[in-house]
């Protein structure tokens, strides 16, 4: 998380070989060594619901784990501070496909960087990937968000790259397809 967007040069600049964890300051926010950020700690929670589903996960599946993972105490330290509010709502019954409607940052691009577990349980299936976008983002964003549009494409991609005889232009056509999904 330290050097998240950073290219090489500014690494090595700054580190040389980052080599050790580090605390680290995201845009006026101190966080300790060790802190992940909020794409990091969205695709763990994923992946663990997929995980303990063994199958492909519906958003009760994914909030289920929320109340039973996240403690509002240590979230301050790797997530947004709407993440909290989130899941408090969630604690309090609202259903999962109003939660993204209450996020402040409407389009939010963590979602298309933070699902790629939801490729990865699709292997093979492009239009199921982007249908669980569908469904599981709207936790995060409403469901008009251009971020639903985009990581629909992109977890498309990947569930397409995991299809045994993909092809780097199979690839690029499934995100092609699933570009206007």
Request: aromatic fraction near 8%.
């Amino acid at each position: 998380a330290p050097v998240e967007c950073w290219d090489r040069a500014r690494i090595k600049a700054t580190y040389g070989t980052l080599d050790r964890m580090v605390a680290y300051d995201s845009q006026n926010w101190k966080r300790p060594a060790g802190t992940t950020e909020d794409g990091i700690e969205r695709q763990k929670i994923l992946a663990t619901a997929i995980i303990e589903k063994q199958d492909r996960i519906k958003a009760h599946d994914l909030l289920d784990i929320w109340v039973r993972d996240y403690d509002p105490s240590k979230m301050k330290f790797k997530q947004e501070g709407f993440d909290v509010s989130l899941l408090e709502l969630t604690r309090a019954g609202l259903p999962p496909s109003e939660l993204g409607a209450l996020n402040p940052f409407q389009n939010l691009i963590s979602i298309a960087r933070a699902f790629h577990p939801v490729g990865l349980i699709n292997a093979g299936d492009p239009a199921g990937a982007a249908d669980d976008v569908y469904e599981l983002g709207r936790v995060y964003t409403p469901e008009t968000s251009h971020a639903l549009r985009w990581a629909a494409l992109y977890i498309a991609a990947i569930a397409e790259a995991c299809r045994p005889g993909a092809t780097v232009e199979s690839v690029l056509d499934t995100a092609r397809q699933f570009a206007d999904y």
